[in-house]
């Protein structure tokens, strides 16, 4: 094994391919140097990179069944137990990286941990506010339908992608190539926008500090967020359809 240390954790980590996927992001200026540093004490520890993993479903599940009790304690842990899941989501990456252990069944349990959270924390924070009685009988019966079709849309925003790009062999959220039409650009950069690379996490912390009327907020501004990149990538394959008929 290499000389465990920051300055090598970090070589490896600028050496990578990927590396300038998102050069202005939270995950570059907050998430991934933090990694770095809770890297060596796994390293150390001998635990690897898919061990790592798995650890932080159980932080994202937890997280987002935190939220569903209810009360503002209960959120605040939620939140910190989701960031745990997002700083490990990057330690594991970190660790591979260090130890050139890149595998694709190891990119996609790191996936399908994203998944949990993108799938479980709007239903979750729904069931929550529910929880709370902040809200009377009708405006629950709203939260909670708003809610599950934001976790629904995430998850079918997801499935779209990855079947359009089995079908058309284009990648909507790729503008790595010169192929990349400014559409695609455009939403790659709004699904980002709402990702844990973006503002994800503050706006969570933000809404959940404010309590259940914070939550609420979030809950319909995750779903208006959900709906348009939806309907937007829907439209991208659409096109990218309509324009293979004509050719």
């Not at 000389?3 to 907050?30: C, V």
């Not at 209810?70 to 591979?96: C, K, Q, R, T």
């Amino acid at each position: 094994m290499n000389n465990i240390s920051i300055k090598n954790i970090r070589k490896s980590y600028q050496e990578a391919p990927d590396t300038d996927f998102y050069k202005h992001s939270l995950a570059r200026y907050f998430f991934r140097p933090i990694s770095f540093y809770l890297s060596i004490i796994f390293l150390k520890l001998k635990i690897s990179p898919n061990q790592v993993t798995i650890l932080s479903w159980v932080f994202a599940l937890a997280g987002c069944f935190a939220y569903c009790i209810g009360e503002n304690i209960w959120s605040l842990i939620g939140f910190l137990f989701i960031i745990i899941w997002a700083l490990l989501d990057y330690v594991d990456g970190s660790m591979a990286r260090f130890l050139n252990q890149r595998t694709s069944f190891g990119h996609f349990i790191d996936v399908v941990g994203a998944y949990y959270v993108i799938a479980l924390l709007p239903i979750c924070l729904a069931i929550g506010v529910v929880n709370s009685n902040f809200f009377d009988t009708l405006y629950n019966y709203y939260i909670l339908i708003i809610g599950a079709f934001s976790s629904i849309l995430s998850i079918l925003l997801r499935l779209i992608l990855a079947k359009g790009e089995v079908i058309f062999g284009v990648d909507g959220r790729d503008t790595m190539n010169t192929n990349s039409s400014a559409l695609s650009s455009f939403l790659k950069w709004v699904e980002a926008l709402m990702s844990p690379r973006g503002i994800h996490f503050p706006l969570l912390i933000i809404c959940t500090i404010k309590g259940i009327a914070g939550l609420t907020f979030f809950i319909l501004f995750y779903f208006l967020y959900n709906a348009a990149a939806f309907f937007g990538y829907m439209s991208l394959y659409l096109n990218e359809k309509y324009k293979r008929q004509k050719e």
